[in-house]
Each structure stands twice: as C-alpha cells, then as structure tokens.
C-alpha cells in the first residue's frame, strides 16, 4: 500500500534534491524489481546510466569520453569507484578519509589514491568536485523524472519512478526510451541514448 511518492528537497531550497522516494518498489532489492508487473504485464527498467559524469561535463560543456568510472584499475571494482566519484561530488569541501559506507579498501588503494585517480582522469572538470555539487544534480534529474511522470499520468499509463531509472510495461518502454532521451536533449543540448541503459526482466 505504499505507493504514494514524496518529492523530498533538501537544505530547504527548492533548486536542490527533488527526487521521489518512499514507494515500495524502491526500497526492495533491484534484483527483484524484474519480477514486478502492472496489471499482469511484465516490466522494464530503463536507467540513465553514468548519470552524474554525464550532466557534470555538459554543464562544463565538454565531452566525455569512454566509461566515467574506469580509473586504470579492475574494473570489478567500478560500483565502489561510482560510489567514490558520487561522494567527491555530493561533499562541499575536500574529505580527507573516506566515508565509512564505502568498502574501497578491497580496490588496493587508499582514499587519497582513489581522489587523485579520479581528478585525473576528470581533470577537464576537477573543479566541479567538493563543491556540494550533488544535491544540484539531484535536482536536475528530479526535473527530468517530473516530465515523464506528467507525461504519462496524462494518458493513465503507469510508470514507476527508481530516483534516475523507471520501471514501465512492456508495451511503454519504447515510449519511455525516447521521451527520456528527449527530455535529456532538450535539457542538456546532447544526445545521450548511448547513456541509457536497458535492464531487461528475465
């Protein structure tokens, strides 16, 4: 029964955070969002991928190129880099360990390592970090999953918003892939249909 969303802002400015939580279908494991379906339909999940990175270097209005989170090493450990880069970005000045959510001690390195990787190779935008950047993002995401919300609660279509991914019926999807493709274009002057990702249900 928890499938009513909340918008939640933050720093009490309406130009920072945004994005829907509290249903249900967000909280569970993501393995399992494959298996939900809406009015006996099977879903699909389609996710902004590298999200972050990608509207960091369109606001600087540069190109990214190649994967934002590969840094030279396994890339077994690229999750735990996301969450590094996610940290760098979220934090308004520059952190001198780690946070303790973050596991990066298996990668070999130490935090001060892992900074200075990803400076490196984000060296064209290294000023964008630990500037408290992250809620900003948040909302220009929030504004994008608002759009597509509206769009399709006009035509009664459900869709279930996953902060920056979205869960539609099989029949949607096509809808969906290009409205956020659209929205991102209009938004950010670029075409990031080679960002989307496509998680298929099993």
Known sequence: NRRILF??????????????????????PSPYRSL???NSTRTDEYDYSTLNPTMMYAL???????????????????????????????AEHVLLRGPRTIKFKG??????????????RHRVIKDMFFRGLGNT?????????????????????????????FLARHGDTEELFGLMDELFEKRFKRNVLECLEFFKCI
């Open 36 to 38: 939900i379906t809406i």
């Open 7 to 28: 918008r939640i802002f933050s720093n009490g400015n309406f130009k920072e955070g945004g994005r829907f939580y509290r249903a249900w279908w967000q909280e569970i």
């Open 137 to 165: 993002l948040q909302f220009e995401d929030s504004q994008i999953a608002e759009q597509i919300l509206l769009h399709f609660s006009k035509k009664n279509i459900p869709i279930l918003p996953v902060h920056d991914s």
């Open 107 to 120: 990668t070999g390195l130490n935090w001060h390592q892992i900074v200075e990787a990803i400076l490196n």
């Open 60 to 90: 600087a209005e540069k190109e990214l190129d190649g994967d934002a989170y590969d840094i030279g090493i396994d890339e077994g450990y690229r999750y735990i880099i996301k969450q590094c880069f996610n940290a760098m970005v979220q």
